[in-house]
């Protein structure tokens, strides 16, 4: 794998996790980040821990990794001698050769207990699956509805619902109501595509789904059903992977067209929490990934979990710059690029009348420039900062500092989100596609990242700022 160093990022491969006998499709980290869980073309699903967990705590010191050359992840290499203690410190745990009848596509724990975990086949079924009296992984429960292929599957952090999604272009949400029994609540039929991937909202019952169709969609619950919320529409072709950043308060999307898209909602004026939901917001982008890094399909995007909070970086008395952490990407043209993530929100004049966002005339200001919001993205697709000050958007984020100020999110408006390429990663499965990247989840081992690729194996990295 070839790694191309463009900042102080440097990121090395500390072991490559092989028994899959086809392409992996996924592989996630245990909520607790201490496990690592795959699903593969073969089947089956294969668990996997560090033999000491401790490794995962440990600070890897990479000042003397070949950043800008071939890394050779053999610890008989001469260039990975310095890493032999990190190398080959992962071993299977648990494996299940024949968890579906087809290909085994998603896979996702149970958040609260991380117990048990749900798995969707291209056998068109869900299996939930638990431990044992011999403490052996057993299929305690199987959700049938979907009328083929099932491609992706998601348990809300709640625990108390599991989304499931597919080719037939249907949604299914489910409600545990027991130990193993699992009701259908809702069967969501709005996308007119296949529906390719689920993610939950961090910390509440919102549900996220990307499809061929091009679109995002927010899903809400309402009294007697779950609707539509919103719809992200600006990709050009197939979304194939969306994820929120920690705060839940940006979600990030990649697609076909080869961009990677940051959104927000727009809300224009303050709220006891940003993401209620409660009036509905209108979802924009405010910044675009061009296609420029890429030459074939974004198949995988994750937001870092290295800061709970977004971090202040600068501070005058017109402006803040707000860090928030890395994306990283996976790609059919076999590379990985990690990406830092900034933005900058602008004071709010002092006059109150000022503070107010009017939208009516942003609007209009467009409308006589010519320039509406369609235009706006168009323009800064080959552009690494999107200037969206005219929607006047309040970001409500918590932030901590040093000293006794403190800064409220609501005399600002959010300027621009900036992206910044930090590292890229060539070859990151030899000339495979990269299927899937995930940021553990735990901020303790908040510098490992593991992949999943065609070469039937799962590849784990160490980043280093």
Not at 157 to 179: F, M, N, Q, Y
Request: net charge negative.
């Amino acid at each position: 794998m070839d790694v191309e160093q463009t900042s102080k990022l440097k990121v090395l491969c500390t072991d490559t996790l092989e028994g899959h006998e086809n392409q992996v499709w996924r592989a996630i980290w245990r909520p607790d980040g201490e496990a690592i869980l795959s699903c593969s073309g073969d089947k089956s699903i294969r668990l996997w821990a560090p033999i000491n967990k401790s490794i995962l705590a440990e600070k890897i010191h990479l000042s003397n990794a070949p950043i800008s050359q071939t890394v050779d992840i053999n610890p008989d290499s001469e260039n990975n001698k310095t890493f032999t203690n990190y190398s080959e410190k992962w071993q299977c745990i648990s494996s299940i050769e024949q968890a579906h009848k087809r290909a085994v596509r998603s896979i996702c724990f149970q958040p609260i207990t991380y117990e048990s975990f749900a798995s969707a086949g291209f056998d068109g079924c869900t299996n939930i699956w638990a431990k044992n009296y011999n403490k052996e992984y057993e299929c305690f429960t199987t959700l049938e509805g979907h009328e083929n292929e099932v491609k992706s599957v998601a348990w809300s952090p709640s625990g108390h619902l599991v989304a499931t999604c597919g080719r037939d272009k249907s949604i299914w949400i489910w409600e545990v109501v027991g130990e193993n029994d699992f009701e259908c609540v809702s069967v969501l039929m709005e996308h007119t595509q296949d529906v390719k991937m689920l993610i939950w909202h961090p910390t509440e019952d919102i549900l996220v789904s990307a499809s061929y169709d091009d679109t995002v969609r927010i899903w809400k619950e309402s009294e007697d059903d779950w609707y539509c919320s919103a719809i992200l529409a600006g990709h050009k072709s197939t979304v194939w992977s969306i994820d929120f950043d920690p705060t839940g308060k940006f979600l990030v999307s990649c697609s076909d067209d080869l961009t990677a898209k940051i959104w927000t909602p727009k809300t224009t004026q303050k709220r006891s929490k940003a993401l209620e939901f409660q009036s509905e917001p209108e979802w924009v982008c405010v910044c675009t990934i061009p296609s420029s890094f890429y030459k074939r399909s974004l198949y995988s995007v994750s937001w870092s979990k290295h800061f709970l909070k977004p971090l202040l970086i600068e501070k005058s008395e017109e402006k803040i710059s707000l860090n928030h952490g890395y994306i990283a990407t996976a790609s059919g043209d076999n590379r990985m690029c990690v990406f830092a993530i900034t933005s900058t929100h602008k004071k709010n004049k002092s006059d109150a009348n000022s503070n107010k966002f009017n939208e009516t005339d942003s609007i209009q200001k467009q409308s006589d420039s010519g320039r509406n919001e369609e235009d706006v993205q168009m323009e800064n697709q080959d552009s690494e900062v999107n200037n969206v000050e005219n929607y006047g958007i309040l970001v409500d984020i918590d932030i901590d500092t040093e000293g006794s100020e403190k800064i409220l999110m609501e005399d600002y408006t959010l300027q621009n989100v900036h992206f910044d390429l930090v590292h890229t990663i060539s070859n990151a499965h030899g000339c495979f596609d990269v299927n899937s990247v995930a940021f553990n989840p735990n901020t303790k081992y908040a510098n490992w990242l593991v992949s999943a690729g065609d070469d039937n194996n799962i590849n784990i990295w160490y980043l280093q700022q």
